[in-house]
Structure formats: structure tokens, C-alpha cells
């Protein structure tokens, strides 16, 4: 099983729909931002997986994983800077609540 | 590391990674409380360093275990602490029936497009050491590695910016 690019695929998959669901049924603007970092490692993981089995060229599969890990970490660093930002002008993380961008 | 296991205790040890993964993941989207969820994707990405082990990327592992479960999962831990945890509720049910529909249909839809599509692979594996992952790094795609490098300072400056207490700007 761990030698077959198909498990891998499989479970890259099932990381993504995860994700998306939680992508559109969460409230909380820190719970969205999980779920992408949920579809960020799904993506990571086909990188690897293809690199390795089907494209033979896992060197530069490994770079392109490195590089998105990078801009997750700093899309992270924007987004949770962004959450705390939220909370304190108007009391609350909930998409909802806080839709209106307007100041 | 990995070669060394025999190969029946080999496919549990992966068995077992898929199944953390699996189950943190659906932890970090179906709990209510948001600080638990954090919990789950930590233990999602876990499983996945383990598994980017057995695809002969033990650099890329390391670098998981580093800086998304040393980095981005606590700060995540903090900002729901710095933030009101309790306020974790669902989407209403519609949306919430919605999302699940939609990620419902994109799994099945991958999953086809996995047995239909995929081509079938005879030759072995390839691997890379870690000096070819230098290498290539800091020769072919330097350019991407210096844009990635501004980018996480400009992320890291913003973010500092933007968290900033009102009264410590003027």
C-alpha cells in the first residue's frame, strides 16, 4: 500500500473535501483559516506523491512542497494577525457577523 | 529509517499514519469548538509528516513537524485564546448541508478521476537525497526561493502592523 501512488492520491482527496466542507460551513474565521491549511497540505501531498511515482523527479516536487509551505506560513501569519484585529474592533470572529468590510 | 522495517510492520506503521491524518482532519472540521479543532489539524499533520517519511522526504518531514505544528498550530492555539473560544458555532443548517454537498460530490468526483485516469506505473519509485533538494534549491529555483523569502518578511511585517494596539500607532 505505501508503494502505490493511488493511496496517497486517495487520501490527498479526502483531505481536500474535508477542507471544503469545512471551508463553507464554518463561522469562525480562525476554523476557515484551519480548513485551508487543511487544502494546502492536501495539495503538499499529491506534490510528493506524484513527484516521487509518477514524474520521477522528486527533488524539484520537494522544492514546490517547500514553497508552499512558506506561503502558507505567511498566509497564516497575515490571517490570524488579521483574526486578532477583528476580535478587537468588532468583538467577534464570526464571518457573519463581522461581513460588512466598510469601516 | 524506513527501509529497515520488515514489510508487514511497515504497511501497519503506514496504515496507521493514513488513519491519523484521516481522523484529524475530520476532528479540525467537525468539532465545535475551535480550539479543539486546532488540536485536530495538529494531529492531521502529524500523520502527514509520517507519511512524507514513507515518500522518502525525511527534509520535508522535519520541516512539517517544525514549522506547522512548532509555528503555524500554536499560533493558531493563541489566537483562539486571544480571541472569544466560545464563539464556534456552525454555519445554519442550509450552508452547513451545502458545503457537505458540494465536498461530497468533489470526493467522489476525485475518487473517479483516481481509478479512471490515473496511468499505471511499472517503473520504480525515484527518490532525492537532501543534497539534490539543496541543490536544486538554491540553483534552478533561487529566484522562487528569494520571492518566498521577501514574502514571508512583508506577511510577517503586515502582520505585526495590522495586531498592532490602536493607541501604540500614534
Not at chain 1, 40 to 61: E, I, K, M, Q, T
Not at chain 1, 85 to 103: C, E, H, I, W
Not at chain 2, 108 to 127: D, K, M, N, R
Amino acid at each position: 500500500m505505501s508503494s502505490s501512488v493511488t493511496t496517497y492520491l486517495i487520501l490527498s482527496a479526502f483531505l481536500f473535501a474535508t477542507g471544503l466542507f469545512g471551508l463553507l460551513s464554518r463561522r469562525n474565521f480562525v476554523a476557515i483559516l484551519i480548513s485551508v491549511e487543511l487544502l494546502l497540505n492536501a495539495a503538499n501531498l499529491n506534490f510528493l506523491a506524484l513527484g516521487r511515482f509518477l514524474v520521477h523527479d522528486p527533488a524539484r516536487a520537494q522544492v514546490f512542497a517547500l514553497f508552499v509551505i512558506g506561503l502558507a506560513a505567511a498566509e497564516t501569519c497575515v490571517g490570524l494577525s488579521l483574526a486578532v484585529l477583528l476580535f478587537r474592533t468588532r468583538g467577534s470572529v464570526l464571518v457573519d457577523v463581522t461581513g460588512r468590510l466598510k469601516g | 529509517m524506513l527501509s529497515e522495517l520488515s514489510g508487514i510492520i511497515r504497511e501497519a506503521v503506514f496504515i496507521a499514519f493514513v488513519a491519523i491524518t484521516a481522523y484529524g482532519a475530520i476532528l479540525a472540521v467537525t468539532l465545535r469548538r475551535v480550539f479543539y479543532n486546532a488540536l485536530g489539524l495538529v494531529l492531521s499533520l502529524f500523520g502527514l509528516a509520517g507519511i512524507y517519511l514513507f515518500l522518502e522526504a525525511p527534509y520535508l518531514a522535519a520541516l512539517q513537524l517544525i514549522v506547522y505544528i512548532g509555528a503555524i498550530a500554536i499560533l493558531m492555539l493563541f489566537t483562539v485564546m486571544l480571541t472569544d473560544p466560545r464563539q464556534a458555532q456552525a454555519m445554519p443548517g442550509v450552508a452547513r448541508l451545502a458545503g457537505a454537498a458540494l465536498a461530497g460530490i468533489l470526493w467522489f468526483g476525485l475518487l473517479a478521476v483516481i481509478y479512471l485516469g490515473a496511468p499505471v506505473t511499472t517503473s520504480a519509485p525515484a527518490s532525492a537525497g537532501i543534497r539534490e533538494l539543496g541543490l536544486l534549491l538554491l540553483g534552478d529555483s533561487v529566484l522562487a526561493f528569494e520571492l518566498v523569502s521577501v514574502a514571508l518578511l512583508v506577511a510577517m511585517t503586515g502582520a505585526i502592523l495590522l495586531a498592532q494596539k490602536p493607541e501604540a500607532k500614534s
